[in-house]
């Protein structure tokens, strides 16, 4: 019998291999359709990792190959120091996988997921009771254990999904979009849970097209788009390098937004459908000289700049479109 | 994450992954266990009851039913019969839902579990439920008198062989769909029950038209029939019996060939 959680494994891979997560031109091809074109990642033991991107940019295609589900076209791939084309089984009894959307047996109760779920990974009925009961308290079910799944909320069968996904206290946990549709509530709870996890120094990956989820969970994090990585760093790295220090919105309600009239205002401008963003040093004096111009928008708001516009800079377009 | 008992995760080897496969199945399956037991085991029950002894009690042993009792004639087709009915039914909806609707087998994909061992629970858990609804159905008919002798140890053998060759390859094609199971009616209306009723089971295909006659020597359940008569009433010859066994075996081998590779396509794309 050994302890459940293994930081002097996690230190050995590291060492060896300089990462939990390598990957080197790494891509995915799905008939005609290249959804990942040539990425190379490393993911340190103990931080929390986020991939940022549209719908369509190759997130989860990714995550599915790094989770061992999903055998790669083409270039390198190591996972906890392995190969998932010859070792998926092993690195899978490592590894705990959030998936975008629940696959829980919704006929069976809380507890009973759990439990099936932990023998799939070669553990005894006993440990799996009392892990279960340990994990149900971690996801706030434990007054649910023995419902059914089916009529629970949606923030309850994530938090579910990510407690099963814990089962075999594992070194890396990846997280495809997390909390796409669940109200704020839900969201923050779930935060929270993640939180915690880090602070007990899991491995985080994580793939979201939140700002605000990436800024709050992430540590690093790369923006994808087209199947390729487009930038990587902190979320202040990232927005200290794509943005500027200010942001000037100016919002208009009947008349189009005039770009031609703003130019020379700002170092850059991103028009908007109702709105102009005009990324400058001083938003205040941008504001000042805007009104000077004649530009008479219908309201103003000078703000700090965000991984929104980090990524409205990269993509071309809003996040959730 | 801290735990009470310390124990690692760990790759079982195939014999215990398949097995943990079963067990995950049984967990499903025995919460409303009771409704599909009626329906494997008194349903048949009924038919031995109306058919056996009712319209049964208006045949005259002859020739056609081996100088038997119909009812006598008849369990020993009526257990290989039912057991395809229901590995019909066991090898289709609820394997598309593992797929598509509950996609508790994408789950069971991120887990140690490899996708054929996966494929191989599946038809293991449909061999050991057969195995067990049609035993009880044989023991119920032994109970009514419609089991003349041992040999009905055979027809058990012989109803699981059946019911394999059927329900592996439907499996595989179960598992590659992605509709919502409209296909699986048709299957029912035109080939099992066609089947069940013109195969052997309620008399002799002889009295069949000639050209109908191939067709009916396609099906499994005639070879299944055939075979659990002649283990029943102690009638069997050895080539024929022999033929019998390598076509149900071939199909149920290229059948959980197809599966591996329809559940390996479906998870791991």
Redesign the interface.
Known sequence: ??????PDVVAETAVRDGGLVRARGLTKQ?GDFEAVRGIDLDVEPGEAFGFLGPNGAGKSSTMRMV?C???RTGGDLTVLGMDPRTQ???I????G?V?Q????????TVR?NL???G??????K??VR??AV??LD?AQLTDRADAEVEPLSGGMKRRLTIA?S?I??PELLLLDEPTTGLDPQARHLLWDRLFR?RQ?G?TLIITTHYMDEAEQLCDRLVVMDGGKIVAEGSPGELIARYCSREVLELRFVTDKPDAAAAEGLADRIEVLPDRLLLYTSDGEASLAAAHQRGLAPASSLVRRGTLEDVFLRLTGRTLVD | MTTTTRERARVCPTPTAVWLVVEGLWTWYRRNWRSSAVSSVVEPVLFLLALGLGFGSQIQPSAATGGLPYVQYLAPALVVASALQTAAFESTYPVLAAFKWNRTFLGIASTPITSRQLAMGQLLWIFLRLSVSSAAFLVVAALLGAVTSVGVIGSLFAALLTAMALAAPLVAYSASLDTEGQQFSAIFRFIVVPMTVFAGTFFPVDQLPAWVRPIVWLTPLWHGTELSRASAFGTGELLPVLGHLVYLTALVVIGARLAVRTFTRRLEV
């Not at chain 1, 899978?92 to 590894?95: Q, S, V």
């Open positions: 019998m050994r302890p459940a959680i293994v799905f989770s589900v999903s055998p998926g089984p092993d899978r009894a490592r590894l996988v998936p959307q629940d696959n829980l047996d919704n006929e069976l009973q439990h099936i779920y023998r799939y990974f070669g553990l005894s006993a440990h009392a892990k340990e994990l971690f099963r814990l075999n206290d996890l007990q899991v």
